[in-house]
């Protein structure tokens, strides 16, 4: 069996692309479970861009 997941967004790439651009901004609004966004190395979508994040998942950090 293969389970597959697919997510329509409608808005041009340039929009998807700043939201991820932008994630230490967006991060928690995206979702109520999210806590804190921080990039660690690099910024954004550069290659070898690292970030640390927290969240809660079944309500456990």
Not at 34 to 46: K, Q, S
């Amino acid at each position: 069996m293969i389970l597959k997941e697919t997510t329509a967004v409608a808005a041009p790439p340039a929009v998807v692309y700043r939201f991820f651009e932008e994630m230490e901004d967006n991060y928690v609004e995206w979702h109520p479970d999210h806590i804190t966004f921080r990039w660690t190395e690099g910024t954004g979508l550069e290659p070898g861009a690292e970030a640390y994040f927290k969240e809660r998942i079944a309500g456990k950090v």
